[in-house]
């Protein structure tokens, strides 16, 4: 992990709202894994002080070289409105990457991936990565699910070899009307999962973890919490775990993945 200047590639809107960006690096980023996360100033001024977090959506190589990153953000506040202004040859400090990833065991052939609205970052990279895995997998569905259709950001790009895209929106915009999580189940009764790998809404995810937890399917989930560091200083991401009530865990060093059955939601 190590902090850089950056410079931005491209900033292009991607949705209503939602913007995609891509970053050279000058190092630092070969190993990075889906998951994991940069801290990114997103001003020269004093405000915002402190950087925001943003999942990898991806690496940019050249030939073997990874040359920069990928993020997808969504408008919200202060820090996300300031780089929806940056435009190409911007420079922007980041640190990265940081926290733990996804880890899909070798022996998994079925793979669920479910994203929600702007979870969607890790989770497209995680289904990049899964084609590029030795000994490949059988299947891999992919969930996506948004408000309305205007929440739906990348999904062309699940368009992959071995892959099944199934989409759902609250008001039935595009795709099937209704709840994400209410496909999954009927995935889930259809046919066998090895694990799942989710990502987005809080709630979103509290209903995946419940959904696998009734079926003992393996369930990973990247989660959220306001981060003032990134890197284990502030102590302020703190999560418990319902096994282990002792002591807290950081989000930024110990997560942002963690096993859903172990959270206490
Ligand atoms: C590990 C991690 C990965 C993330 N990945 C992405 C990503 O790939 N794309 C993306 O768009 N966003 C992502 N986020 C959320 C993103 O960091 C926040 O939306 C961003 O920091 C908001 O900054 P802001 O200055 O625009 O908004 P602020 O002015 O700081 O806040 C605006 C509103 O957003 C809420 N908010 C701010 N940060 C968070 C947060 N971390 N969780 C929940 N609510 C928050 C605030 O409570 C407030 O209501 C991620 C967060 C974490 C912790
Ligand atoms: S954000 Fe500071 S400890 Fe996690």
Redo the contacts with the bound molecule.
Sequence with gaps: MIAQDTIVLWNQPAAPG?YRMGLACATGFDTARPGQ?VMVR?GTEAT?LLR????L?GLIREGDRVTGIE???????????RLSRCREGDRLSVIGPL?NAFLVPETCRQLILVAGG?GV??IRFLAQSMLEREGGFSRCVVFVGGRTKDDLVCITEFDLPGFLLDVSTDDGSQGNQGMVTRSLEKALDAGPADLICACGPSGMLKAVSVIALERGIPCQV?I????ACGMGACLG?AVKLQDDETRYRH??VD??VFDAHRLAW
Excluded: D, H, N, W
């Design positions: 939602y996360f997103t915002p925001r977090p943003f999942s959506l993020i997808l953000f969504k408008v919200v506040g202060k820090g996300t409105q926290g702007v970052p890790p990247s959220e919490a306001m981060m991401c989000v930024c997560g942002p």
